[in-house]
């Protein structure tokens, strides 16, 4: 019935709350599955930790936290397979660039000086 999937996507987004998310609703013999596919600004805007907002008394909020590097190379290794990147390095880029559009730093610096830096080669990525 409508109002259990309802009741069923309402539960599974429940540490999500004030975010927009994407949920797979996978439907077989008319029984509904619920995945929760998070993009990668919901993971950048979960790794900040703040405290969930009301979209409706705020609109277009700016994130201006930090989130360290590990995390976004977390973020990454999550998106890996949703990435169009050849290498994990290339998703960590997708994802600082992700960042730097929510309005975020990493580690206090600007989401793409920290491209600049991995294209130099001065800051090493995992290969995995």
């Given at each position: 019935?409508?109002?259990?999937?309802?009741?069923?996507?309402?539960?599974?987004t429940g540490d999500w709350k004030g975010l927009r998310i994407?949920?797979?609703?996978?439907?077989?013999?008319?029984q509904a599955q619920i995945e929760v596919v998070p993009s990668a600004s919901a993971l950048i805007i979960k790794a900040l930790k703040e405290p969930p907002r009301d979209r409706k008394k705020q609109k277009n909020i700016k994130h201006s936290g930090s989130v360290s590097f590990d995390e976004i190379?977390?973020?990454?290794?999550?998106m890996r397979?949703?990435?169009?990147?050849?290498?994990?390095?290339?998703?960590?880029?997708?994802?600082?660039g992700t960042?730097?559009?929510?309005g975020c730093s990493i580690?206090?610096?600007?989401?793409?000086?920290?491209?600049?830096?991995?294209?130099?080669?001065?800051i090493e990525c995992p290969a995995v």
């Open positions: 019935s409508p109002k259990k999937v309802g009741d069923d996507i309402a539960k599974a994407t949920v797979k609703l996978t439907i077989q013999n008319r190379v977390n973020i990454a290794r999550q397979h949703r990435s169009l990147a050849r290498e994990l390095s290339g998703t960590i880029k997708e994802i600082l960042a730097q559009s929510v580690d206090g610096r600007h989401p793409h000086d920290i491209i600049d830096d991995i294209n130099n080669g001065v």
